[in-house]
């Protein structure tokens, strides 16, 4: 890890800062969200660079850190009056948008590839697809919300068809972590996810993502009309 060519570190963290000031931008510039997202990369990068994720024989595994406070925070967002009313005033067409970030992260993974620190499943050379729906987000963007031409029913297609593509991805890479569970990728294992700053693909972007299609597809089920 300590070989890795400074662009993908460069990319990384471009691509960090796009996706945090977009999804700001779709909260109406919350600044709770702004406080709680800094917060958690704070913790995150505290917890990475002291090797806390360098150990992987523990039961339960510690990557579990990583992704269950973010997915329980989605769960109490989405059943709750306050955490609905918040979905609800999102910017469903900035939350659109914010998918692009998904094509750095895929040169991301490939770079990490070719540098020997994930495997090539979790590549679009692999059994990863969702650089797919980082290229489409910008043309549904495009033809949803300024030309308008895009029904709510293609919207919702394509949101359950790069959703499904996300889950993809997700069960390869954590199956391909070293840790008991693994399953996958034993001669190159996922080993760059449980280094700084790539732990923040899964504890920062990956959630991002998932909130930001699930938030969508309930405005575009409920029908709601937002201004663009």
Known sequence: MDNLPYYIYLVFGLTLLLAIFLFYKATNYSKIFLTIISVWITAQAIFSLSGFYKIVNTIPPRFALLLLPPLVMTIVLFNTKKGKQFIDNLKLNTLTLFHIIRVPVELVLFWLFVSKTVPELMTFEGRNFDILSGISASIIFYYGFVKKTLNKNILLLWNFISLA??????????LSLPSAFQQFA???????????????????????????????????????????
Not at 168 to 174: E, R
Not at 195 to 205: K, M
């Open 186 to 228: 034993f001669a190159q294992p996922n080993i760059a996810i449980i280094h700084f700053p790539f732990v923040l693909l899964p504890s920062i972007l990956v959630p991002l993502v998932l909130f930001a299609h699930l938030a969508s597809i309930r405005q575009l089920l409920n029908d709601k009309k937002h201004l663009i």
């Open 165 to 174: 593509l996300l889950f993809n991805i997700a069960f390869n890479a954590i």
